[in-house]
């Protein structure tokens, strides 16, 4: 997990698939990506850490 994970956010998985058991679901607030959270792929959330940086440098998340 990287960012913060809010109730209130947007979440879309965009890699892998729940029924897979293994994905990578973003959190989105206001447009912006907040949090990414990584369930058995650890390398492809890692690999999104710089799209919630972007957010939390500015101020949003």
């Known amino acids: 997990m990287h960012g ?3 109730a ?3 979440v879309s998985i965009v890699e ?3 029924r897979a058991g293994r ?3 973003q ?3 206001g447009g912006e990506v907040t949090g990414v959270l990584g369930w058995n792929m650890p390398k492809q959330a890692r690999l ?3 799209e919630v940086a972007g957010a939390v440098l500015a101020g949003k998340a």
């Open 27 to 29: 959190y989105r607030r």
């Open 4 to 6: 913060t994970l809010s």
């Open 23 to 25: 994905f990578v679901a």
């Open 16 to 18: 892998g698939g729940v």
């Open 8 to 10: 209130d956010a947007e």
């Open 48 to 50: 999104r850490r710089p």
